[in-house]
């Protein structure tokens, strides 16, 4: 062992060393006193205490220590000659050295049971980090969730800083955990991992700043797990050897959890979700606004005819051509559709809001399906003093025009749709019943589920399973919520909006008005 290992190993032993022969020589004056004072025979036996606490605190190295000085002690002051290291009693002597043979024997046993009970402490530990581990991957619902979970548990196990890396690309832009700077070196070794270009069990790498960091694959076989980053600070290479030794035992626990809860099938699937999805929505953004254009023309033009009087006398041209216009703004609808999802899931929604009249809305709602609601009885009941909101009418305005959409697409000709309004515990609710096939309960649950459509109405009712839930995504955006209620299949449906209603700022906007 190099000489400046053995010194940094003794630098270690020093306190504990220290307070052995503190505790030996405390020992020594209270047994002396007791000696003196009552004239017992000397007590030898008595600094097998000191050498049990000083293997249990402070290890192997001052319990030696201890069992050395306390036969130092007994030799000096309680056998004859007093005062002196020299013993003329063979059978003193005999008892010397069986009490040095008993106290390293006691000092073994009590330092390998600490070992062993800092070991099961250790182990308990890590169980139950590992517990709280599982349950975390159980609950994560992307990848990015279960490659936090896993950075946490590292983190929190290693009690140092820990970055993971989910590949190429990530190692690049420097990792997810936030507040720890990885050095240059440390991610181009990552990349390189990640890109199977160096050994998945790890190599130490050295930063400018003498720190020095392991990188390694958190399994080698499962390279969907990722890359981790570990600080090591600038501790010593024996010091490396142990937290690579720790690192891997760590992991090794890890990986068999994941494994067993099949995670790295469920980081591939996800992946493949988000790319499913990614693509959907480009396609469907392309698409759509590449349809608008003529669309908007075939619209122009069908209006154009129903009002030229040429078709004025001829019956079956004017159905053709009204038939041409309401497939059209059918088609025109369920592209609005496609890009207000498309605009949902990818920008997200950021309201304008401003102060409205719920009446206003629900008129301008109604307007817009004039068409749509055509043959059926649209009844409003809506109070005069009705207090304004503070949304942004736009958005509340298309979501009422998916409720009005979806009341006049399953209800039969000639039925009801009611509309009412009401202003009750700070909130407005805005109320669609309709008398059409209704709801059961399964349907109820997926209700506001992109692209789920009712499987009664799928055959025979066109639609792209769409519209409520880009009303619910209106909806929520203003801070507001939505609900469905139905009797059961064939006894209609009745949707509701629930809007905040502040009425803090309506007399400053009032006093505002008057000057």
Request: glycine letters at 6%; aromatic letters at 4%; charged letters at 20%.
């Amino acid at each position: 062992m190099p000489v400046n290992l053995i010194f940094d190993h003794l630098r270690k032993e020093l306190p504990g060393i220290g307070m052995t022969i503190a505790m030996v020589a405390g020992l020594t004056v209270i047994v002396y006193a007791l000696i003196v004072e009552t004239g017992l025979g000397h007590g030898s036996v008595v600094y097998l205490l000191p050498v049990l606490v000083a293997a249990t605190r402070w290890g192997l190295v001052s319990a030696i220590v201890a069992a050395i000085g306390g036969v130092l002690a007994s030799a000096f002051f309680f056998y004859p000659p007093l005062y002196t290291f020299r013993i003329t009693d063979p059978l003193e002597v005999l008892n010397l050295i069986l009490f040095v043979v008993v106290a390293v024997i006691v000092s073994q046993l009590a330092t390998r049971l600490k070992r062993q009970l800092e070991m099961a402490r250790r182990r308990e530990i890590d169980l139950r980090d590992l517990y709280a581990f599982s349950r975390r991957l159980a609950v994560a619902f992307d990848v990015s969730d279960i490659h936090a979970a896993i950075e946490d548990h590292l983190a929190t196990v290693m009690q140092r800083k820990v970055v993971l890396f989910s590949g190429i690309r990530d190692a690049a832009t420097g990792g997810r955990r936030a507040g720890i700077a990885v050095p240059q070196e440390v991610l181009t070794e990552a990349a390189e991992v990640a890109a199977g270009r160096r050994d998945a069990t790890g190599a130490v790498t050295a930063a400018p700043s003498g720190e020095a960091w392991l990188v390694r694959a958190v399994s080698p076989k499962n390279p969907e797990f990722g890359v981790i980053a570990i600080d090591l600070g600038g501790e010593t290479q024996d010091a490396f050897d142990d937290v690579r030794v720790r690192v891997d035992a760590v992991l090794a626990d890890a990986t068999a959890t994941l494994e067993r809860l099949g995670v790295a099938h469920a980081i591939s699937e996800a992946r493949m979700r988000a790319q499913t999805d990614q693509l959907r929505e480009a396609l469907i953004g392309s698409v759509s606004h590449e349809l608008r254009t003529p669309l908007a023309s075939i619209l122009g033009a069908a209006t154009v005819l129903m009002a030229a009087p040429a078709l004025a006398k001829e019956k079956k041209l004017q159905a053709l051509v009204l038939d041409v216009r309401n497939e059209a703004e059918r088609l025109n609808n369920d592209i609005q559709n496609l890009l207000d999802a498309t605009r949902i899931s990818s920008d997200g929604l950021k309201p304008q809001n401003e102060w409205a009249d719920p009446e206003d809305i629900v008129n301008s709602a109604i307007e817009r399906c004039r068409h749509r609601l055509t043959g059926r009885h649209v009844t409003l009941n809506l109070p005069p003093d009705l207090p304004l909101v503070h949304v942004d009418p736009v958005l509340v305005q298309q979501a009422l025009v998916q409720i009005f959409d979806n009341a006049a697409k399953y209800s039969p000709p000639g039925s009801q749709i009611a509309v009412a309004a009401r202003a009750r515990d700070g909130r407005m609710i805005l109320s669609v019943s309709d008398q059409g096939s209704g709801l059961t309960p399964e349907e109820a649950a997926q209700i506001w589920d992109r692209f789920v459509r009712n499987p009664r109405h799928a055959a025979t009712t066109s639609g792209s399973g769409l519209g409520l839930w880009i009303a619910n995504a209106f909806i929520a955006a203003n801070g507001g919520k939505m609900n469905a209620v139905s009797d059961g299949p064939g006894l209609g449906t009745t949707l509701t909006i629930e809007l905040p209603v502040t009425q803090a700022a309506v007399p400053q906007m009032e006093s505002d008005a008057d000057e």
